[in-house]
């Protein structure tokens, strides 16, 4: 063996098709100095065993984008590197066989349409032409996407790695990494037998072994290895090579074409985990025993489908382990606990698919200092409390592999690992009937049932159960008022003689205002995208308390506090647990407060968008005049330990103004109708405030620096590609989800970002961003005929520039 390097720029650990993808990116991108350390040869992890399907569509575009950039790598690299891959672009089938998988085709076909992706829906008899030996006897119906194939896994493993080695990328196998430096919150190197390395840059692309790596840094990475079978068949009469492969989701199973015969694997509803006590000794090129009494339940689903099988002969029934996570989406970016060590890792069994554009993405991401494009749904912070904890972890992974084929329902809650956080008013709000849904770990209520309704979601792509008592729930926060219990928001404070300046850098909107201001901004990233959207409110004149999502804890408090500007005096903390958050809104709130304090909360003392303490039934309390959902309104930010005392208070002095408690499905019909955008869906890294029509929340016309600033001067000037309206659709039987195509005078323009039902306009609602290449403007918005394509069909719908409901004026608009 060569003697290893001293040092290199970037290591990647692992050499299974994800190292070796990223290796050959960096590579691409210009690095010169890139080592892959393997423990023992290329592809001996999972990548060798893996069946080798590719198909692309992803609920999230980002992802599909991210897939899309594998198929392109995989149609060049035999050419390029001159390693046959087996990669064939053959399509790929999927079959619905009962009404609501139907519906879900058809929605993912308009998804998919959406996303730019070629994707038909067709009879049972065309889906049977184009794969003859299936019975078709219970299908309905059928999606086909032409783009989706099938590789060599090993061959694309190695034909990635050869690709990284021809540019200049050094493989050493046999290199175990048994160690990682960190300094000062930094990682600065890896220890193997074979000696140290210096790097300022670690990749973990260890594959199951990923969190133990991490945990050598100190870094979570939440997944746990599990068993997946397939089995391979001999040639059976009738399976051509240029046979789609397919998937059979009511049937749990999937199937490719393989030497003339067939693999055909699934997703049982009791998976087997494995190694959760650790991992054997050199555990490479091995298998684990073929289980046919675990397998026996996919076998008996799968031959009244394919009755060839019957009859086949059997080559093997192979049993390989893979790392699954918590949520089924993959794992990506830099860890917030170490600068510059980096996690491409837990593939949930679509990493042959994922492997080509993680590693671009990854590769892009450490090149550029951010995420190249929205990633949020396999971003490493999307991780909270409970993923620190592997009992938790397992559980939910458990749920979520044996999910892995059914119906993803709109507004679908998982059961497992619950409940793991609850807010201090849990008990209170469970009696009153709540049905809870789970946000990182945290209880929330989602809507209340009245008595002799049970508080249980029923899942439908229609209207649902719970409709009707969310619309009562809404209805109260705007005739009277509504108590939300908003708990588990993330709450931090910085502090410290710089924290003005140091989030003057930081926030896109001004914030040297007087102490008692709240501040609405976005963090904005070097392109002007949208990072985070938070309140900052100043409580003091060196500190700010910052309230954002409950989801984005560890985004948010990573970003703030790695671009705080080095040797400032401003110190970033998480107060999330020590305080519960009441809000309350409605036009009768003020009236209801006032019998609980006497501190003045007029208009004229506590303006909107202010803030302060004040005593509210003895306790010491802050308020924040701010609202989501279009109403006066107060957060009241109670210490956890008097919260229930506080929250008693209201009912008993609200009983008589209306009060009642209301969940978050309420929030978010509110919050569309008033046009309020959403993180993580109408605002994201791929869209800036401006395009968010949040232009009035930028500085852009102060001298004061601030992080995104030069993007948007450059986008104000030359103009705006894509701008976010609102639409209405007038039919109120239809059900808008998000995802849905929008056509402006017949073109496809985008899609919804968001989208609900209205209780107070009484329609479907839908916030997407409209693109034309060419520039948008309010006359190109406003001049448009719209059409949204809701699984399959297409319905007019109006666009709005304004909100729907404003409360000033009672405005009701659709
Ligand atoms: C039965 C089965 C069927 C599958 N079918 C499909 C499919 O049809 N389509 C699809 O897209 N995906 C499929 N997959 C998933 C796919 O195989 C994996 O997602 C993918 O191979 C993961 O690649 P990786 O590089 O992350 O991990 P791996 O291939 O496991 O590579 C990780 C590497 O890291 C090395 N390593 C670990 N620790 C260290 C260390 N300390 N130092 C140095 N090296 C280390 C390991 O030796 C290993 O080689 C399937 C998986 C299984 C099990």
């Not at 000062?184 to 220890?191: A, F, L, Y």
Request: hydrophobic share 40%; proline share 5%; charged share 20%.
């Amino acid at each position: 063996m060569d003697r290893l390097p001293s040092h290199a720029q970037v290591i990647v650990i692992g050499g299974g098709i994800v190292g070796s993808s990223t290796a050959y990116h960096l590579a691409k991108l210009g690095y010169r100095d890139v080592l892959l350390l393997e423990r023992h040869q290329l592809t001996s992890g999972s990548t060798w065993h893996a069946a080798g399907l590719v198909g692309q569509l992803r609920s999230q575009a980002g992802i599909t984008e991210l897939l899309g950039n594998s198929i392109s790598l995989y149609n060049r690299l035999e050419e390029e590197t001159g390693i046959a891959t087996g990669w064939k672009m053959n399509g790929g089938l999927r079959l619905a066989c009962n009404p609501a998988r139907l519906i879900e085709i058809k929605r993912q076909a308009t998804t998919a349409r959406s996303f730019g992706l070629e994707m038909h829906v067709l009879t049972p008899q065309e889906a049977q032409d184009l794969w003859p030996l299936m019975d078709v006897s219970d299908v309905l119906g059928a999606a086909f996407l032409p783009s989706d194939g099938q590789a060599n896994p090993s061959d694309i493993g190695r034909a990635l790695a050869k690709g990284a080695k021809d540019n200049g990328v050094q493989i050493f196998e046999n290199v175990e990494v048994k160690g990682i430096r960190v300094q000062k919150g930094r990682v600065c190197g890896v220890d193997t037998a074979n000696g140290s390395i210096e790097s300022e840059i670690v990749v973990n692309c260890a594959g199951q072994w990923s969190r133990n790596v991490g945990a050598l840094a100190g870094v979570n990475v939440p997944l746990v290895s599990m068993q997946h079978q397939y089995l391979i068949t001999e040639a059976i009469d009738g399976v051509s090579s240029d046979l789609p492969t397919l998937r059979d989701p009511d049937r749990l199973t999937y199937y490719k074409e393989e030497v003339g015969g067939l693999v055909m694997g699934g997703y049982e509803p009791n998976p087997i985990g494995w190694a959760e006590d650790g991992f054997p000794e050199n555990f490479a090129f091995t298998l684990l025993d073929s289980n046919w009494d675990h397998f026996e339940q996919i076998l008996s689903l799968a031959l009244p489908r394919v009755p060839a099988l019957e009859n086949a002969g059997i080559k093997t029934l192979l049993n390989g382990p893979e790392s699954f996570t918590p949520d089924g989406n993959f794992i990506l970016g830099e860890s917030p606990e170490v600068d510059g060590f980096f996690v491409g890792a837990g593939f949930n069994a679509f990493g042959i698919a994922s492997a080509g554009g993680a590693g671009q993405a990854l590769a892009e991401w450490i090149a550029g200092g951010e995420p190249p494009y929205d990633l949020w749904a396999v971003d490493i912070r999307r991780f909270g409390k409970p993923h620190q904890d592997i009992g938790w972890v397992r559980k939910r992974t458990y749920e979520m592999y044996g999910k892995h084929y059914t119906i993803a329902w709109p507004n679908e809650e998982h059961s497992s690992g619950r409940p793991f956080r609850q807010s201090s008013i849990y008990e209170a709000l469970k009696a009153d009937r709540a049905c809870f849904g789970e946000k990182l770990g945290w209880e929330r209520p989602n809507w209340f049932a009245p008595a002799g309704v049970e508080p249980s979601d029923e899942y439908s792509f229609e209207a649902p159960n719970w409709l009707a008592h969310s619309a009562a729930e809404h209805q109260a926060a705007r005739e009277a008022a509504a108590l939300f219990d908003q708990s588990s928001f993330a709450k931090f404070l910085l502090r410290g003689a710089d924290s003005v300046k140091a989030l003057d850098w930081i926030c896109a909107n001004r914030i040297d205002r007087p102490v008692g201001s709240v501040i609405y901004t976005q963090l904005l990233n070097k392109r002007g995208g949208i990072e985070s959207d938070l309140t900052v409110t100043r409580i003091d004149h060196d500190a700010f308390y910052l309230v954002t999502g409950t989801g984005f804890i560890t985004h948010d408090f990573h970003w703030i506090d790695r671009h705080l500007p080095k040797g400032m005096n401003a110190n970033l903390t998480d107060e999330t647990e020590n305080w519960a958050v009441l809000s309350l809104m409605g036009p009768n709130a003020r009236a209801l407060l006032n019998r609980l304090t006497e501190s003045p909360i007029d208009n004229a003392s506590l303006p909107f968008a202010h803030s302060r303490e004040i005593e509210i039934a003895g306790v010491h309390v802050r308020i924040i005049r701010i609202t989501y959902v279009g109403e006066l309104g107060f957060e009241l930010h109670i210490p956890v330990a008097h919260a229930m005392s506080v929250y008693n208070e209201l009912h008993r002095a609200g009983a008589d103004l209306g009060l009642r408690n209301a969940g978050y499905r309420a929030i978010e019909s509110l919050r569309l109708e008033k046009g309020y955008r959403a993180w993580g869906s109408d605002l994201t890294p791929d869209h800036t405030p401006l395009e968010a029509g949040l232009g009035w929340a930028v500085k852009l016309n102060s001298d004061i620096a601030f992080i995104g600033k030069e993007s948007l001067q450059n986008q104000a000037s030359s103009g705006l590609k894509k701008q976010l309206a609102c639409f209405t659709v007038e039919d109120p039987s239809i059900t808008l989800i998000g995802r849905e195509t929008l056509y402006r005078n017949g073109q496809r323009v985008g899609w919804l970002s968001s989208a609900g039902f209205g209780h107070t306009v009484g329609c479907p609602i839908g916030l997407g961003y409209v693109r034309d290449p060419k520039g948008v403007d309010r006359t190109f918005l406003e001049s448009g005929t719209y059409e949204l394509e809701v699984a399959g069909l297409q319905v007019p719908c109006r666009i709005h520039l304004e909100p729907l409901y404003d409360p000033k004026n009672q405005r009701v608009k659709t």
